[in-house]
């Protein structure tokens, strides 16, 4: 059971590349979600959806696109990288909002 | 707006010491639902709690335990006879409608815990 698998692990990016953060999830859960983690700010949500082809803004989502065309993926999209973008990300999964989120081990993301 | 505040950032204790991290928050929601979360230095994010705003008792899970006060809205989490591998980041989050049931987390409190 491999639970909610983020890849790759790393990344280095030039400013205005783009690239797609993976998230996958095989717990059949509805809810899935997008953080980015910051020093000294908590987790903050940047996207989240509650089914397939449902998503809907969070906190900070500008910079950033994801789509649901599945249950198990919700990829995130940075369609022109910033270093305001440096960051760990964190996707999220689970049966709904009274239940405990399961996340990823992150994504550490860089951007020159 | 829903809001997490984890005023204390960083707590250093000695081992065995029983160490308090507070958490206060603010939601317009009657039903939400309030989580404790660990991230050790490997970075990973571990459930550790989950309360729902009609369950006021307290819980008490080996050297953990967690008091929920509506009245002041706080769900506060004690370690008793804390350990070296206590020593983590830990974060209150709240799930309520008006972020669309995802979680609002506070900033953290960085448990150092020294031998």
């Known amino acids: 059971n491999a639970g909610v698998t983020q890849t790759p692990k790393f990344q280095v990016l030039k400013t205005g590349q783009s690239m797609t953060l993976q998230c996958a999830q095989d717990?059949?859960?509805?809810?899935m979600s997008w953080y980015r983690q910051d020093p000294g700010m908590g987790l903050r949500l940047i996207h989240y959806?509650?089914?397939?082809?449902?998503?809907d803004q969070g906190e900070v989502p500008n910079g950033y696109n994801v789509s649901r065309s599945t249950t198990e993926d919700f990829p995130l999209r940075l369609l022109s990288a910033a270093p305001s973008q440096t960051s760990v990300y964190f996707c999220?999964?689970?049966?709904?909002?009274?239940?405990?989120?399961?996340f990823g081990d992150g994504t550490r993301l860089s951007i020159l | 707006a829903q809001k997490v505040t984890q005023a204390q950032t960083e707590i250093s204790v000695v081992e065995k010491e029983d160490v308090t991290l507070d958490c206060v928050y603010e939601?317009?929601?009657?039903?939400?639902?309030l989580f404790w979360y660990k991230q050790p230095p490997s970075g990973e994010l571990v459930f550790l709690i989950r309360?729902?705003?009609?369950?006021?008792q307290n819980e008490i899970s080996g050297r953990y335990s967690w008091n929920f006060q509506k009245s002041t809205s706080s769900f506060n989490f004690t370690i008793t006879a804390s350990q070296v591998v206590d020593s983590a980041v830990y974060f209150c989050?709240?799930?309520?409608?008006?972020?669309?049931?995802?979680?609002?987390f506070g900033g953290g409190t960085r448990l150092m815990v020294k031998p």
């Open positions: 989050a709240l799930s309520d409608i008006n972020a669309g049931n995802m979680l609002t």
């Open positions: 939601t317009r929601d009657t039903t939400y639902y």
């Open positions: 999220a999964s689970g049966w709904d909002r009274a239940q405990p989120q399961h």
């Open positions: 717990m059949n859960h509805e809810y």
């Open positions: 959806s509650v089914g397939a082809g449902i998503t």
């Open positions: 309360r729902n705003s009609f369950d006021e």
